[in-house]
């Protein structure tokens, strides 16, 4: 899996982030266990859902704006939080099609971190950097 890196001096009442990945699939699905540890402490988390996401966009960056908006939609909507992500990317057309794992938030069990409203276009980046892919994300919290 790729990695990410939390970016203090961007954004002081967002998150601002850094993410690396191999490649598209890579970073989609890093940024999905980036945007569930931001959430929730992972390991609070039952494994008991599956969920497929399949999206398309205009172009890669607005497919992974979409992507991690998505996330953030089915915390919002069903409780749900994904941190395992399965992640196939196609540039042209820009498609997505991810199996996500995860589970419901469970106030009994669930440790609480942040709540993201949305993904924001300040400093919103994706491209292609040395062997891999790389993005920077504003989330709104």
């Known amino acids: ?26 970073l989609f699905a890093t940024a999905a266990a980036m945007l569930a540890d931001l959430m929730v402490d992972p390991a609070s988390l039952a494994r008991d859902v599956e969920h497929v996401v399949r999206l398309e966009a205009r172009t890669v960056d607005l497919l ?13 909507s069903d409780r749900l939080v994904l941190p395992e992500a399965l992640v196939t990317v196609r540039p042209a057309p820009p498609t997505l099609t991810a199996k996500l794992t995860g ?14 409203k949305a993904v924001t276009f300040h ?4 491209e292609p950097r040395g062997e891999g892919w790389y993005a920077r994300v504003v989330i709104d919290i």
Do not use: N, Y
Request: aromatic share 8%; charged share 30%.
């Open 103 to 116: 589970g419901r938030i469970d106030r009994g069990r669930t440790v609480l971190r942040a709540d993201p």
């Open 123 to 126: 400093q919103f980046t994706l």
């Open 1 to 26: 899996m790729g990695s990410w890196t939390t970016l203090e001096t961007i954004a002081m009442a967002d998150c601002a982030v850094e993410i690396h990945g191999r490649d598209l699939d890579d």
């Open 64 to 76: 992974l704006h979409d992507w991690m908006s998505e996330l953030i939609f089915l915390k919002d």
